[in-house]
Every structure is written in C-alpha cells, then in structure tokens.
C-alpha cells in the first residue's frame, strides 16, 4: 500500500505564496507521475499540474500556468508545488495523487491510483 501525506497548507493573503509538499510511502516502486488536483467548495476537483518521474514532462493547467510550479524529488520520495501569486480562487483543498501508468496516458482523476488526504489553502483578498 502508499501512503501520500500533504504538508504546507494555510492561509496567505493575496499575492503570496505557499509551497506545498507531498510526500510518498509505503510500497516501493520504479516509476510515476505525480499530480495535483484542488477542490474548492462546492465545485468538482480540478487538475492542476503533473509530472513525469524525470521531471522532463510538465503540464499544467491554464488557471495557475506562470504562477505555479510542480517539482520533485525522487530520493526523498516528495514532490512539491510551489505557488506563487495566490488569488482567492485558488482557495481550495489541494490533493497529490500519483499514478503507475505511463505519462502518456495519464490525465484525469481516473488514472491515478493513490491519493493523499488533502491540505487546505485558504487565499484572503
């Protein structure tokens, strides 16, 4: 079994930052892509971001494209989104997923395996 824990959470005011961590455990594994989804109240959960195990694929969504930035560290089993300009529509519970699937076929909700918990953010106008 994984476990995803979210970490860096909170709430900012408008214009700044907060850098989310996810990080993995439990079952060892050779490869994944590593995404980020929100749900703000009230609304379905959005995508918002993925990589690939290299790091070499990035896609983001339009909404917080230029803003936000996904990474990862293998060694340490972490990936991380860091955001940066937060406006009140970004207010939302921000979830980490991973996905064993081939970053070619990964895209929705569905096409990944684990998910972690969720981490509030809350971005004040």
């Known amino acids: 079994q994984v476990q995803l824990v979210e970490s860096g959470g909170g709430l900012v005011q408008a214009g700044g930052s907060l850098r989310l961590s996810c990080a993995a455990s439990?079952?060892?594994?050779?490869?994944?892509?590593m995404g980020w989804f929100r749900q703000a109240p009230g609304k379905e959960r959005d995508f918002v971001a993925r990589?690939?195990?290299?790091?070499?694929?990035?896609y983001y969504a339009d909404s917080v494209k230029g803003r936000f930035t996904i990474s990862r560290d293998n060694a340490k089993n972490t990936g991380y989104l860091q955001m940066n300009n937060l406006k009140p529509e970004d207010t939302a519970v921000y979830y980490c997923?991973?996905?064993?699937?081939?970053?070619?076929?990964?895209?929705?909700?569905?096409?990944?395996?684990?998910w972690g918990q969720g981490t509030q953010v809350t971005v004040s106008s």
């Open positions: 997923a991973i996905s064993m699937r081939r970053w070619t076929v990964v895209g929705g909700e569905r096409t990944y395996d684990y």
């Open positions: 439990g079952r060892t594994f050779s490869s994944y892509v």
């Open positions: 990589i690939s195990w290299s790091g070499g694929y990035i």
